[in-house]
């Protein structure tokens, strides 16, 4: 099951489904869309798996294997495609708390989100290639923005599965934390994140225009989380 937490600002969908190591079946692409909606207007997102074995372990391969037609399996790379383009495009701050290993298609939706995390026993790769096919719901592309289109080809093509620290170290990902202070890390970032500019910045660093970046700034610049911010420096300082 996909479970949603609402917390002042901040919602952390959680793919709960132990017995299946958090594996993605078509039910489960329905309850992320669902928790998708419902998460709208949050201040930033996290998607994290349940336990501490696997984030997301990829395909549910005893519900994916009724798929038997090209038509098919076009049809789920891109229902589950369209889930990830989600998290990519959520408007504001998107985190992957790495709980556990994120395989193959875990792969691909933590490389959705606009930062990762990972406890530091986890390992992540794209190894879709040891079932003799390719990352289809969008990771190969992310992949390749994050380490560079040869280095995407090197670990897709051969299916290595790297330690978070080597992971941290190609920039595949952003923090790696102690697994007994893992939950606390990933909470305290992600409510740091939880603010009113979070998302205009992250339209600045993904690219917005000049004009849009100041705009964004004088907007927030008016509001009155500024100026009661703002007041409180000034009150110390008197």
């Known amino acids: 099951m996909v479970e949603l937490e609402l917390d002042q600002g901040l919602a952390v969908i959680t793919i709960n489904r132990p017995h299946a190591r958090n594996a993605i079946a078509p039910e489960t692409m329905d309850q992320l869309d669902r928790a998708l909606d419902e998460a709208a207007g949050a201040q930033a997102l996290v998607v994290t798996g349940g336990g501490d074995k696997a984030f997301v372990s990829g395909g549910d391969l005893k ?32 985190i992957a708390a790495l709980n556990g290993h994120a395989l193959g298609g875990g792969a691909e939706v933590a490389v959705a989100a606009d ?33 560079g289109r040869g280095r995407a080809l090197m670990l897709a093509g051969s299916g290595t599965i790297l330690p ?39 339209r600045v660093v993904g690219g917005a225009s000049e004009s849009e970046a100041v705009a964004a700034f004088a907007r927030l610049w008016v509001a009155d989380a500024h100026w009661e911010a703002a007041d409180k420096v000034l009150s110390k300082s008197r």
Do not use: H, Y
């Open 63 to 94: 519900e994916l294997s009724l798929l038997r037609t090209e038509e098919q399996a076009a049809d789920m790379a891109w229902r589950m495609r369209s889930i990830c383009d989600r998290i990519a495009t959520f408007p504001a701050p998107t």
């Open 115 to 147: 930062i990762r995390i990972a406890a530091d026993d986890i390992k992540i790769g794209f190894n879709q290639v040891s079932l003799a096919i390719m990352p289809a719901w969008g990771g190969a592309e992310r992949l390749a923005a994050l380490v």
């Open 164 to 202: 978070a620290e080597e992971a941290a170290r190609l920039g595949l990902v952003d923090r790696v934390l102690p697994r007994e202070s893992f939950d606390d890390g990933w909470r305290t970032l992600a409510r740091s994140l939880a603010k009113p500019s979070s998302e205009p910045i992250k």
